[in-house]
Each structure stands twice: as structure tokens, then as C-alpha cells.
């Protein structure tokens, strides 16, 4: 490869990196943290997005279908047990909580779903 071409991938990679970096900063510098909550968000939604991320693809235990008591998920939401992370009303709020709680106690199971 020859000097030039070299020298213009790595300017190509270093605007890739600037790119990048603008898009994380974007929502800091709105005065928002990373992962933060905006506006509220269905159960199926938080489910979809956060919770399936786990459950329902090997990595947790099935949660739907299985009657477990809202204040159950509640608690191991906002307080983490063992794999699972905690999560802060930053990143799932009180009201969505709440409504996340009572529609996974009522959901049914999912046969798409695996874990065990
Ligand atoms: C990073 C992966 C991960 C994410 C994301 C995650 N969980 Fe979990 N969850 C786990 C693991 C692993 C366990 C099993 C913990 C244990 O072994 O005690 C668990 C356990 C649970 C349990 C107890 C299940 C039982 O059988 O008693 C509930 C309820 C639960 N999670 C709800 C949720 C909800 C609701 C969300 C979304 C807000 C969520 N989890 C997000 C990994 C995750």
C-alpha cells in the first residue's frame, strides 16, 4: 500500500471515531445520561427492549406465562438477584414499573420463547 493511501484510510478511521464519539456525546450534552428514560414507555415496550434482552433467550429464567407476583418482579427490578443488574427509576420510572410488574404477573408465556 502506498504511503498516501495509507495515510488517507487513517484519516477515513479517524473520522469514523469523531462520528462516533458526536453520536454518544449527543444525548450527554443535551443534559441527558446515557440510558436514560424519556416519556413513558408500554410494558411491552421495556419488555421488548430491556427485559427480553435476557429472558426468553437463554441468559434468564421464562418470566411470562408463569404468574409471578408483581410485587415479586418489583422488587428483583429495582434490586438485581445474582446475573441479574438492578435497575434505577432512571432507567425504568415508579409508574413504569408499576405497569411492567402487574403485565408480567397477568402475561401469558410465549412459545417462541426459551430459557429455563
Ligand atoms: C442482563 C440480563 C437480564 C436482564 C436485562 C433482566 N434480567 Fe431478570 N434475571 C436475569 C437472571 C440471570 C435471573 C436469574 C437470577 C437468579 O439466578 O437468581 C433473573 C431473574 C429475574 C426474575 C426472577 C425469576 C424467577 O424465576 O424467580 C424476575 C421476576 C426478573 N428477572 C424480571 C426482570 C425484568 C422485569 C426485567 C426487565 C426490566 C429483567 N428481569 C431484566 C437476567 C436479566
Not at 469523531?18 to 413513558?40: C, I, R, S
Not at 406465562?65 to 422488587?75: C, E, I, M, Q, S
Not at 443488574?85 to 420510572?93: D, G, S
Amino acid at each position: 500500500m502506498s504511503e498516501t493511501r495509507n495515510r488517507a484510510s487513517h484519516r477515513a478511521m479517524l473520522a469514523v471515531v469523531a462520528l462516533a464519539a458526536t453520536a454518544l456525546a449527543a444525548p450527554l450534552l443535551a443534559g441527558q445520561k446515557l440510558g436514560e428514560v424519556q416519556g413513558t414507555r408500554t410494558p411491552d415496550e421495556i419488555y421488548a427492549k430491556t427485559c427480553g434482552y435476557c429472558h426468553g433467550r437463554n441468559v434468564g429464567p421464562i418470566i411470562l406465562g408463569r404468574a409471578l407476583p408483581a410485587d415479586t418482579v418489583k422488587h428483583i427490578v429495582r434490586h438485581g438477584q445474582n446475573g441479574m443488574p438492578a435497575f434505577r427509576p432512571t432507567e425504568v420510572t415508579p409508574a413504569e414499573l408499576d405497569a411492567l410488574a402487574m403485565w408480567v404477573e397477568k402475561s401469558a408465556a410465549r412459545k417462541q420463547e426459551h430459557g429455563y
